[in-house]
């Protein structure tokens, strides 16, 4: 047998993320309740940080960007990027040294497991690179019920494939509680039939497909005529789509409501709306001028203590720069969605304008995966009441306008009996009446956008 090395050159295209990207990703997800809790463990947990006080915040952005010739070399590459560097195709900066060893996001207390989180350890385990990234922002989109709040054009944005995006949200959808990443009522029911080994025609499926209402009707004998099978075989069938769950999300949804805290705030102020982050209880953090002197003039410092500190101050500065880069992020998210809904902010629901995520990440120049991060689980406070975020981004239903729906909605509850507030399912018949077909839970979905409660707590 013949033995011989050789040395061969392959070129190979890798995909890395920085990792100041890395925790920019993570924290444009967390609202300001969770950044504060973020923070202020961090501030226990590394020894390097400290929280600037008040006027030394003020300080610091009336002169941001000076005393950079006092900072050590390996901390200014790190200051200077910008969010163009974030999101270039090929970063202007490349760095070798690791942080594994030291993940400031593993600081973050476990509040319980909730859908999210759990779906995400799922998806670390099933996919890697760039289907990793999708499945995230997948994950992101998906709210307590299951439902998929984005579609897979809105998800896909101008980065990456819409086949890549559909393929991940079907493998999503078989990852345990089944069903879940769902768009259309059916469909969390098709995949968990098809996870039990039920054929697209099998009995079962055709149930789901065409004889839903016949079933809840309890129109039997019907079915039984129509599809010619036995009683026995119609029983098993229906045996098991009753024990089908079409919200599989509420698994792992039960977890206590807690205070709503707007993120966004928009006011009158000088006879004019202003927008502002409600960011004044998140601390504002920097490294410790001891440290930074050490890094500075490392001599007499005993080589592992000057490596931990590297090490630290590294992982404190990444988390620094993605914090001030998430802030720029969302307040310019917040003055575009003023300019843009202005009319709305200044004279009501009928003034609202239909737009999706993709064509308002057109807006900004930004991907629509950007947007779709920045406004999950966020809510923002004007003369309009609290919302979520995400009721300013859905597409208009049919050719209704949505906001025509939502005023009516709001019509139909101002005038409704307070001693007998209408149920979802009325205010969608009348709605009907009017012209305008919607599902009940399309209606509760408004509805709760709107921040209107359900008829048990309208009452008087």
Request: charged share 30%; with cysteine; net charge negative.
């Amino acid at each position: 047998m013949n033995r011989r090395s050789e040395l061969q050159f392959r070129p190979e295209l890798r995909h890395y993320i920085l990792p100041t990207l890395k925790y920019y990703l993570k924290l444009i997800e967390l609202p300001s309740l969770e950044i504060e809790n973020y923070i202020r463990h961090e501030l226990e947990a590394n020894p390097l940080l400290e929280e600037m006080s008040p006027d030394a915040t003020s300080e610091s952005e009336d002169g941001e960007g000076s005393g950079d010739e006092d900072k050590p070399e390996d901390l200014k590459e790190i200051e200077e990027l910008n969010i163009v560097d974030l999101f270039a195709d090929t970063p202007s900066t490349v760095y070798e040294s690791s942080i594994e060893d030291y993940d400031p996001m593993d600081n973050v207390p476990s509040q319980g497991e909730k859908l999210s989180d759990y779906l995400l350890r799922q998806a670390f385990t099933a996919f890697q690179d760039q289907d990793l990234e999708i499945a995230r922002s997948v994950i992101a989109n998906i709210e307590d019920d299951g439902y998929l709040s984005a579609s897979s054009e809105e998800i896909a944005g101008e980065g990456n494939e819409l086949e890549d995006v559909r393929r991940i949200i079907k493998r999503i959808q078989c990852f345990d509680p089944v069903g879940c990443a769902w768009r259309d009522k059916k469909e969390p029911l098709f995949v968990q039939l098809q996870v039990l080994g039920c054929g697209p025609d099998s009995v079962e499926c055709i149930l789901v497909r065409d004889y839903l209402k016949d079933m809840r009707s309890n129109r039997y004998a019907e079915i039984l005529k129509a599809l010619g099978i036995s009683e026995e075989r119609f029983l098993k069938a229906r045996e098991m789509v009753l024990k089908l769950d079409p919200k599989p999300g509420w698994r792992y949804s039960n977890v206590a409501s807690g205070y709503v805290s707007p993120d966004f705030m928009i006011r009158w102020r000088d006879n004019r709306l202003v927008a502002s982050l409600n960011d004044d209880t998140v601390p504002r953090v920097r490294l410790r001028r001891q440290y930074v002197e050490v890094l500075k003039n490392p001599k007499g410092v005993p080589r592992e203590q000057l490596e931990f500190i590297r090490q630290r101050a590294r992982a404190a500065q990444h988390v620094i720069v993605a914090i001030e880069q998430r802030r720029k992020t969302m307040l310019r998210i917040l003055d575009n969605l003023l300019e843009y809904q202005r009319d709305f902010f200044e004279k009501g629901y009928s003034y609202l304008k239909p737009i999706t995520m993709t064509e308002f990440a057109r807006q900004l120049s930004v991907n629509p995966s950007t947007i779709s991060r920045a406004l999950a689980n966020k809510y923002i406070e004007s003369p309009r009441g609290i919302h979520k975020l995400k009721f300013f981004f859905n597409a208009p239903l049919g050719d209704t306008d949505k906001r025509i729906i939502f005023q009516k909605i709001q019509e139909i509850v101002e005038n409704e009996d307070k001693t007998s507030p209408l149920s979802d399912t009325q205010i969608s018949q009348k709605l009907g009446r009017q012209g305008i077909v919607i599902s009940r839970r399309t209606v509760s979905k408004y509805r709760d956008l709107m921040g209107i409660p359900t008829h048990q707590y309208r009452g008087r």
